[in-house]
């Protein structure tokens, strides 16, 4: 639909060209099959196949690309600290406000609250997609998986939730929230990577929110989509 409202030009499939590219990329495409190969085979945990992945990709990129020179790591590990040290400030606040939670007994109290006002399953339900996609317009994924989580699992288990599906709830919607205006946090990100303004990001955007939004839907009140293959 958006190729043919922007007037995409359109090209013919070529096996000889999409071969072509699969072995010129072909370093690339390994990288998941070595990272499936080392979780389910028992080799590695998923911390030791991460790392594992940055040394291949480390190698590849200094030896058989030679797209970055030996130099430029310092200044790459650096950067990369940089936003590293950020993540762990968010986390370690986010942690302590968790904890300051559990201690205090707050799950506890809106599980009371929640079954005094709300009796039904699907409007339990209605009112986590809600509260859900205003949490991903206004935190980022690290706070909300520490903070938010520990609020809606008691509740999830009360109202015969599979954790599962619940899980594939939250990260649903706070994609959902991400890219919802005008605080979505992809939004502010791709105006300012691609240099456009707000306007045109949130236009350009409103088709994949609909998109998102109706599968939201089916995630939320289908549970077989998500639990199909587990069942």
């Not at 990272?35 to 991460?50: N, Q, R, S, W």
């Not at 970055?68 to 986010?94: E, M, R």
């Not at 399953?121 to 989580?149: E, P, R, T």
Request: aromatic residues 14%; neutral net charge.
């Amino acid at each position: 639909w958006k190729g043919k409202v922007e007037s995409v030009e359109r090209h013919r499939f070529n096996w000889r060209k999409a071969v072509q590219i699969c072995w010129e990329t072909k370093w690339e495409l390994l990288i998941p099959f070595l990272v499936l190969y080392g979780i389910f085979g028992g080799h590695a945990k998923l911390v030791e196949t991460a790392s594992l992945t940055v040394v291949y990709i480390f190698i590849i990129e200094n030896f058989v690309y030679r797209d970055i020179v030996l130099k430029d790591n310092i200044q790459i590990i650096s950067s990369c600290a940089t936003l590293v040290g950020g993540v762990l400030i968010i986390i370690g606040v986010a942690m302590g406000l968790t904890s300051y939670l559990v201690d205090a007994q707050i799950p506890m109290l809106l599980l009371s609250w929640v079954k005094m006002f709300v009796s039904s399953k699907y409007l339990f339900l209605i009112l986590l997609n809600v509260f859900l996609l205003i949490v991903g317009c206004l935190m980022d994924i690290f706070s909300a998986i520490i903070i938010i989580v520990p609020l809606i699992a008691p509740l999830g288990i009360h109202f015969g939730i599979d954790p599962i599906h619940l899980a594939i709830i939250f990260i649903a919607n706070l994609e959902l929230g991400f890219l919802t205006p005008p605080v979505g946090m992809n939004l502010f990100l791709s105006a300012y990577r691609f240099d456009v303004r707000m306007p045109v990001i949130y236009k350009s955007t409103f088709p994949f929110f609909l998109v998102l939004l109706l599968a939201v839907l089916f995630i939320t009140y289908i549970p077989e989509l998500t639990l199909g293959l587990l069942h």
